[in-house]
């Protein structure tokens, strides 16, 4: 892969990696520091990305792996997450309905809530998001269910709706 090529792969993915990232693990500036960093890795191993066939998911794993280890390094130091200094950015503020679906998704298990990001937001199917995640495809399919199942039932405004809809069907 050479520098126009990762240009490229860089402006057509950064903003999409970085709103999967931030729907997994619920913090929009970690999100976008691990993207970021995961980019920078990928530009020293432009050689294997170049070999392989989805580059795109190559950062997205490396990204979630980051902050898989900063949050593990944050929460055995107890350390703030975020010790950077930097001016703050700009940014317009999030829809209710976005950080509803955010706030719901930090209270599924980490597998439900890593196999519905990838499937509905990153637009993979079933056995991209399995090979991704390592797990069978069956079981990517019972965490995709039942994490739908969780997330309706913690996004219905009325908790009578989610009864009476299960017992129509």
């Known amino acids: ?43 020293s191993h432009r050689r294997r990305l170049d070999r392989a066939q989805h580059p795109e998911a190559w950062v997205r794993t490396t990204a979630y792996r980051l902050a898989v280890s900063r949050w593990r390094r944050t929460t055995l130091a107890r ?11 700009q940014a317009p503020p999030p ?6 679906l955010v706030a719901a998704l930090r209270e599924l ?31 990517v399919k019972a965490r995709l269910s039942r994490g739908r199942a ?6 219905t405004d009325d908790p009578h709706d989610l009864e009476e809809g299960a017992t129509h069907a």
Do not use: K
């Not at 829809?95 to 509803?100: C, F, N, R």
């Not at 969780?150 to 996004?155: N, R």
């Open 1 to 43: 892969m050479d520098e126009r090529e990762f240009d490229e792969l860089y402006a057509a993915s950064f903003a999409r990696l970085t709103g999967q990232l931030y729907a997994m693990i619920g913090d929009r500036d970690e999100a976008q520091e691990c993207v970021q960093e995961a980019f920078v890795r990928a530009w």
């Open 79 to 89: 350390r703030p997450a975020d010790r950077a200094v930097g001016t703050a950015t």
């Open 150 to 155: 969780a997330l309706a039932a913690l996004l």
């Open 95 to 100: 829809s209710e309905a976005h950080v509803a």
């Open 109 to 139: 298990p980490e597998d439900q809530r890593r196999a519905l990001v990838l499937h509905h937001i990153a637009d993979l199917p079933v056995q991209a998001v399995a090979h991704e995640v390592g797990a069978p495809e069956g079981t």
